[in-house]
């Protein structure tokens, strides 16, 4: 079973081996992985609704905004000397996170102040929404609903109205004709 240290340690592995590649493209691939296991982690903490609203990972969903987006237009390599990254990489030079038309025409975009990412280095930006998710306490899945009875009215025997019953479709259980049915106490279906 996934849980969130083991998503973390998986992204952890995806940021080292951008930071040691040897080309952008590279890199590259591995910002994908990354928006990947970030996604993951999310649903993992039950925030899969709540994290547009969510308070502490203002971060996050700016990163999340370029999901779903084509790949070539996520990021751009800056030359070295342009943006230095808090994290080490095996490339001088970095990508930064980019400004395209798609994500103009997003409304995340001014939302989420996404321009404030734009032209920062996308393995530091990364990491800081990562740690704002993993943070986040899991929210309990809710509980499934316990099924109610589903009654119809039945006759024991056919042609006495007397011999007449509820009974549940989904349990089956029945009420006594011998008692009305204000006296009965009606058990809880079994049928979940
Ligand atoms: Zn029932």
Redesign the pocket.
């Known amino acids: 079973m996934t849980d969130d240290t083991d998503l973390r340690r998986a992204f952890l592995a995806a940021c080292s081996r951008l930071a040691e590649a040897t080309s952008f493209d590279v890199q590259c691939d591995e910002v994908g992985n990354m928006l990947g296991h970030l996604n993951r982690l999310i649903q993992f903490k039950g925030y899969e609704k709540r994290i547009a609203k969510e308070p502490s990972t203002p971060m996050a969903r700016r990163v999340l905004v370029f999901r779903h987006k084509n790949e070539h237009d996520l990021v751009t390599p800056a030359a070295a000397g342009d943006a230095f990254p808090d994290t080490f990489t095996e490339l001088s030079g970095v990508l930064e996170w980019v400004e395209s038309d798609e994500l103009l025409k997003d409304s995340r975009y001014e939302r989420y102040k996404v321009v404030d990412i734009i032209g920062r280095p996308v393995i530091d930006t990364f990491a800081e929404a990562f740690e704002e998710v993993y943070a986040l306490p899991k929210l309990p899945r809710a509980e499934p609903k316990p099924?109610t009875?589903?009654f119809r009215l039945i006759e024991l025997e056919a042609g006495y109205p007397e011999t007449r019953v509820i009974e549940?479709v989904?349990?089956s259980?029945k009420s006594d004709p011998m008692l009305g049915l204000e006296d009965q106490a009606v058990p809880v279906?079994?049928?979940s």
Do not use: T
Request: hydrophobic content about 20%; some cysteine.
């Open positions: 099924k009875h589903l549940c989904r349990c259980w279906c079994r049928s």
